[in-house]
């Protein structure tokens, strides 16, 4: 199984990007999918979580209102929306998958270690 993002780059503060993540060798549709974060010199962060069907959501509170999380099960992706980019935003994000199709919490789903793939990572600079 291989995860591959991309659509990081530079954007000024205000801008926009959109982040893309395939999965590559098995079918995740029905399975959660994330979106992490890493900052030069801090922990991974969650920052977004994609229930199988895409119905359910939830956000870290930093990124809600600017940044939409969805997935296409037929394309086998999930994508991170970020709107109103700010430089605290800056990091290398990751997308994570959990192989269940359990109902989850999303204090769980909050959990680096809950997932069991994970994507390369794609740097995501914003210049203020």
């Known amino acids: 199984v291989q995860l591959q993002a991309s659509g990081g780059g530079l954007v000024q503060a205000g801008g926009s990007l959109r982040l893309s993540c395939a999965a590559i060798?098995?079918?995740?549709?029905?399975?959660?999918m994330a979106w992490f974060r890493q900052a030069p010199g801090k922990e991974r962060e969650f920052v977004a979580v994609v229930s199988g069907s895409g119905s359910l959501t939830h956000y870290v509170d930093s990124v809600k209102g600017r940044f939409t999380i969805s997935r296409d099960n037929v394309k086998n992706t999930v994508y991170l929306h970020m709107n109103r980019l700010k430089s605290e935003d800056t990091a290398v994000y990751y997308c994570?998958?959990?192989?269940?199709?359990?109902?989850?919490?999303?204090?769980?789903?909050?959990?680096?270690?809950?997932?069991?793939?994970w994507g390369q990572g794609t740097l995501v600079t914003v210049s203020s």
């Open positions: 060798g098995r079918t995740f549709s029905g399975y959660p």
């Open positions: 994570a998958i959990k192989d269940s199709r359990a109902w989850f919490a999303a204090v769980q789903a909050m959990a680096a270690r809950w997932y069991d793939y």
